[in-house]
């Protein structure tokens, strides 16, 4: 098993920024790839973010490229996510997730386990 704890949502106003982090516990940290999802009121889980097992490839929903950073450090069992110029439209429940399978895609019905989120809302 692998426990997930993310942390750093809140509330922020547009343009601004915020930092997720999620802890990861129980297993080998970097035997999993990590993504970060999220969930918007009345809407589908989606991808955000993906990271590769050793950190070196990124990958990113086409709604957040070039806004959003994704980071692991393999040796505090953590995954990163930089927000920056953040809009309404990314308020959300944000969550992060692990999969063993290291195959740089990130379905959301392939990941294996997964934290309980934490919640970013940005006013506008």
């Known amino acids: 098993q692998v426990q997930l704890v993310e942390s750093g949502g809140g509330l922020v106003q547009a343009g601004g920024s915020l930092r997720l982090s999620c802890a990861a516990s129980?297993?080998?940290?970097?035997?999993?790839?990590m993504g970060w999802f999220r969930q918007a009121p009345g809407k589908e889980r989606e991808f955000a973010a993906g990271i590769s097992r050793s950190g070196n490839i990124p990958r990113y929903a086409d709604s957040v490229k070039g806004r959003f950073t994704i980071s692991r450090d393999n040796t505090k069992n953590t995954v990163y996510l930089q927000m920056s110029s953040l809009k309404p439209e990314d308020t959300a429940v944000y969550y992060c997730?692990?999969?063993?399978?290291?195959?740089?895609?990130?379905?959301?019905?392939?990941?294996?386990?997964w934290g309980k989120g934490t919640l970013v809302t940005v006013s506008s």
């Open positions: 997730a692990a999969r063993y399978r290291n195959s740089g895609n990130y379905p959301v019905d392939g990941m294996d386990y």
């Open positions: 129980g297993r080998t940290f970097s035997d999993y790839a």
